[in-house]
Every structure is written in structure tokens, then in C-alpha cells.
């Protein structure tokens, strides 16, 4: 089992829809968790982090996390064209020699139609 | 605030030949740097990360005499794919990591290098 996993889509919705985004992780130790939105030929540019269970809202975007469940979800509201691009989850452990490391998922491939 | 640059963003070069990528947190120090590729459709993959005034820690399978990597200064990180061959043409990312919370990561713009 990978350590980060997401459904590399892509994933279509209509504009002005809600777009949801899943990531599921295998090792309990990990800390913190981050989803990155990456455009074509880009470097990914950090959208949002999370460390503790539940909610956590930045205008448009909440990120989710269940540590018991071992997942963390990016939900997009009012999706718009320009949120089209790839979203990556990327978990930070918190163990050993590797603290700071991220560890990224293959990403899901948004697709906001108009 | 949080902004890293990356020189060249695209760069063609001559199998055998050397290329010099250069990362800059431009208003931030970052005590630690990574350097990332990225193959099409494929998600980063970190090769080292690099600790101001230290030598690089490389992951597994990067080969440090190839991928030399200097950090010379809290704003500036190096990456320099030496006799480059045209199976390291790739997408080269790097980070720059702000203390605090989870040590966030700022990503530059990343680096093409297609070596012919």
C-alpha cells in the first residue's frame, strides 16, 4: 500500500458546483497534511494545511481531516474554471530522521467546466 | 510573502553537458531547501534536501555525484545535473521551508531541463 493515495481523476464538475478531493494515508505517525493546487508546467502552490481531526475553512476551500480514519479531503465550493489544475496531498511525518519530508500523492486532476 | 524563484525556467542542453538550476527564497530565509522531480503525470518525488552550510541528504536511488547540490546561503540552494544524459530530462522542482507550523514547504516554479 502506498503511503498517500489519491484517485488521479480527472475529476469533471459543472461550474459552481462543489468539488470534492480525497486523499487516504497508511501511516498513522504522520503529523500534518497539506493540499498543493499545481497548474500545468507550475510548481505547486500551497493552499492549505491542517494538523488537528475536523473542519478547517479558507474561503472557498475546506480541508477535512479524520485521523482515525486516516483520510483528508479538500472540498472546493463554487467551483470555478480557474480551479481547474491538479491537487496534490502531501502529508508531513513526524518521525525519526525524515521530520520536514513531504510525502505526496500522484494528485487528482481537476476539470471545472462553464 | 513566501515567494521562491527558480533560475532558468527552461532549459536546453547538450548531452554531457552540465546544468546549473538555482532556487532563492526571495523574502524569507529557509534554513532547509528540497530539490523535487517531476516526470509527466507522475506526482514529485523528493531527491534531497538540502540544510544551509551542510552536505545534501539524497533519498535512495539519487546519485549525489551527479545531482551536486549546494547551499550556500538561508536564500540560495544550487542544483547542478552534471554530464546530463537525456533520461534525467525532467520537471525540477524545488522547496523552501518556512519554520513554524508543519515547517510548510513554498515551491518554486520549477526548472524544465530537456537535454537533447
Known amino acids: 500500500q502506498k503511503e498517500v493515495e489519491q484517485n488521479s481523476g480527472p475529476l469533471s464538475v459543472p461550474e459552481g458546483a462543489i468539488a470534492s478531493l480525497n486523499c487516504t494515508y497508511s501511516n498513522s505517525a504522520f503529523q500534518y497534511f497539506m493540499w498543493y493546487r499545481q497548474y500545468s508546467r507550475k510548481g505547486p502552490e500551497l493552499l492549505m494545511y491542517t494538523y488537528s481531526s475536523g473542519n478547517k475553512e479558507d474561503g472557498r476551500f475546506t480541508a477535512q481531516l479524520n485521523k482515525a480514519s486516516q483520510y483528508v479531503s479538500l472540498l472546493i465550493r463554487d467551483s470555478q474554471p480557474s480551479d481547474s489544475a491538479t491537487y496534490l496531498c502531501?502529508?508531513?511525518?513526524?518521525?525519526?530522521?525524515?521530520?520536514?519530508?513531504?510525502?505526496f500523492g500522484k494528485g487528482t486532476k481537476l476539470s471545472v467546466k462553464p | 510573502g513566501a515567494v521562491v524563484s527558480q533560475h532558468p525556467s527552461w532549459v536546453i542542453c547538450k548531452s554531457g553537458t552540465s546544468v546549473k538550476i538555482e532556487c532563492r527564497s526571495l523574502?524569507?530565509?529557509?534554513?532547509?531547501m528540497f530539490w523535487y522531480r517531476q516526470f509527466p503525470k507522475q506526482s514529485l518525488m523528493l531527491m534531497a534536501t538540502s540544510n544551509e552550510g551542510s552536505k545534501a541528504t539524497y533519498e535512495q536511488g539519487v546519485e549525489k555525484d551527479k545531482f551536486l547540490i549546494n547551499h550556500a546561503s538561508l536564500t540560495l540552494s544550487t542544483l547542478t545535473v552534471t554530464s546530463a544524459h537525456p533520461e534525467d530530462s525532467s520537471f525540477y522542482i524545488c522547496?523552501?521551508?518556512?519554520?513554524?507550523?508543519?515547517?510548510?514547504?513554498?515551491f518554486g516554479p520549477g526548472t524544465r531541463l530537456t537535454v537533447l
Open positions: 502531501a502529508i508531513q511525518g513526524g518521525y525519526g530522521g525524515s521530520q520536514g519530508n513531504l510525502i
Open positions: 522547496s523552501a521551508a518556512r519554520t513554524g507550523a508543519g515547517n510548510t514547504q513554498y
Open positions: 523574502d524569507f530565509q529557509a534554513t532547509t
